[in-house]
């Protein structure tokens, strides 16, 4: 206490207690990543992106059933331009 009393700026700090700063410093840290915000839009556009997946598929299936289609056409001799029997 001696030491302290030869610097009266050290002593004075001592008796004002410590300063903002250093409480904030001694404060308990949340650890971890931190949370991502949220985007208000995101289960709208999941929902779009699963719609779009979706109708690919059947225009996948449509396009299948139409080659099918012509070629069977081609084999029992229906011209498809026309749409006459040859």
Known sequence: MLRFLR???IANKLAQGPSEGSLVALSPKKRGAKPQAR???EPKVR??????TRLEKE???AHTIL????????LLGFD????KNS
């Not at 498809?80 to 749409?83: E, M």
């Open 59 to 61: 225009l996948h299936k």
């Open 7 to 9: 610097f009266p700026v």
């Open 80 to 83: 498809l331009g026309s749409g």
């Open 67 to 74: 080659d099918v289609q012509e070629k069977v056409a081609g």
């Open 47 to 52: 929902e779009l992106e699963a719609k779009v």
């Open 39 to 41: 985007n208000p839009l």
